[in-house]
């Protein structure tokens, strides 16, 4: 990264820290493109030294992590989004919650475990928290609105570690943390990390919060880490196939299926969603920044990848980790952050080269189509077939499309506007495609009115 972008990202983070008046911040930058680069600010609150190894609480961030096993199970055949929590973990209570409900927050699950465990701290083990169902409520109707719950996230997790034969632990070890090189993300702390306070309203002390072990609730915020690591976990989030290009965590189109917007979390101001345990919010430029927020006793997490955007670089993700559970700034820093590095050094624009020719059996599609009185121009850009608008921004993607095994006058729409509809080419008796049908609706050469007749002998396209 460049310095002089190096010294604007370090005082956005010294800002933070002054204003908030968090004891110990790190942030960090990953992209695939260039070494990862970190900062810290302030001190640890204890004998250790504030560095690049020092972990944070994670909190919330954890849900990410339980998600990711969750859908390598899909991908195994081990379990499918739509069963329910009873069919592969047995529970006295709620059992006709869907796993896809418990991951994007809308299954209507109380939000905490049964009890007051936030006065007292003192959190259950496994068979205790699925125990206690029987008391914990469903508040909302299943599907009815977007209602965070760690209580259903944590029951995923252990869901996890039955079908797979272990502990969520080992069973994340395992899967995640070791396939990616996450070394400094760990269940418990180790000797090197910074103590969460409480820093006064009305002062500047800073008290420090308990230590505790979360146990049954873990699989939703129990992980402890390093700004470099979670900035690294935040790219794998956004771009997989430049932080995994083997894909030995999840394939890249599942992780896209994650960050699909499923519910927003607020119905009059649409600034974040919530898709397969990720939080999504959208950015200027058609561009998305994914991943998730912690808060736990004396820390605060946040850390998002972004996707999409012309100027985003591959593999591009931020962790911002605070020593301070009352500097909401912090979970911003990320998403300025995130921005800034972005508009400062921007992906390298790959110049244009000219292209070997379209197939000749698709030759005779290119050009412009019309289909209910509107546009739509057909190309061969990068090897496939497209299509697109012209009435559409020039930074929407085209729809794309596939042939089908045996048929190339079938495509599939693999990707853009009516993904997954056929696409049909009808040709006369010299070869020459003469007929569309996408998605069942008509397109010919000239504007034409539904019952077949020609509004215009001048309107044809492609001269």
Not at 169 to 196: C, D, F, H, N, W
Not at 243 to 269: H, I, K, N, Y
Request: net charge negative; hydrophobic share 40%.
């Amino acid at each position: 990264m460049p310095a002089d972008v190096r010294r604007q990202l370090a005082r956005m983070a010294a800002r933070v820290q002054a204003d908030a008046r968090v004891p110990a911040l790190a942030i960090a930058v990953h992209r695939a493109d260039r070494a990862p680069w970190t900062h810290q600010l302030g001190t640890t609150g204890n004998a250790t030294p504030l560095d690049a190894d020092t972990q944070f609480r994670l909190g919330s961030v954890t849900k990410t992590f339980t998600a990711v096993l969750v859908m390598q199970c899909r991908d195994d055949g081990l379990l499918e989004l739509d069963d329910t929590l009873d069919a592969h973990l047995p529970v006295p209570a709620h059992g006709r919650a869907t796993v896809r409900q418990l991951l994007s927050h809308t299954s209507g699950l109380q939000r905490e475990p049964y009890g007051d465990v936030w006065d007292t701290l003192d959190m259950p083990d496994v068979a205790g928290l699925v125990g206690a169902l029987t008391r914990a409520e469903r508040i909302l109707p299943p599907g009815h609105r977007y209602h965070y719950s760690n209580l259903g996230v944590a029951l995923l997790g252990h869901l996890v570690a039955r079908v797979r034969g272990g502990t969520w632990a080992e069973v994340l070890a395992e899967r995640i943390l070791a396939p990616l090189g996450l070394a400094a993300t760990t269940v418990l702390p180790t000797s090197r990390t910074a103590t969460g306070h409480l820093v006064d309203t009305y002062s500047d002390h800073a008290r420090p919060e308990p230590d505790t072990d979360f146990r049954a609730l873990g699989p939703a915020c129990q992980l402890w880490g390093t700004a470099a690591d979670l900035a690294r976990w935040s790219a794998f989030l956004a771009d997989p196939a430049s932080c995994d290009p083997a894909g030995r965590v999840l394939a890249p189109g599942s992780v896209e299926e994650m960050r699909w917007p499923l519910t927003v979390t607020d119905d009059r101001e649409w600034h974040t969603a919530l898709g397969l345990g990720l939080m999504i919010a959208p950015r200027p430029g058609r561009a998305v920044q994914v991943g998730h927020y912690g808060a736990m006793p004396g820390y605060l997490a946040a850390g998002m990848g972004q996707v999409g955007g012309a100027d985003t670089p591959p593999g591009c993700g931020v962790g911002v980790l605070g020593s301070a559970g009352t500097a909401d700034a912090v979970l911003t820093l990320a998403h300025d952050l995130l921005t800034r590095a972005v508009e400062l050094d921007p992906a390298d624009i790959a110049p244009w080269s000219p292209a070997p020719p379209a197939p000749a059996p698709y030759r005779s599609v290119l050009g412009r189509w019309w289909s209910e009185g509107t546009g739509y121009d057909f190309s061969w850009r990068d090897g496939q077939l497209q299509a697109r608008a012209p009435r559409v921004p020039a930074g929407h993607p085209p729809s794309v499309f596939a042939p089908l095994d045996g048929d190339p006058d079938v495509l599939r729409t693999v990707s853009g506007r009516e993904t997954g509809e056929l696409l049909r080419l009808t040709r006369d008796d010299t070869g020459t495609v003469v007929r569309l049908h996408w998605a069942t609706y008509r397109f010919t050469r000239r504007q034409e009115t539904f019952d077949g007749v020609s509004a215009s002998d001048d309107d044809i396209t492609g001269r």
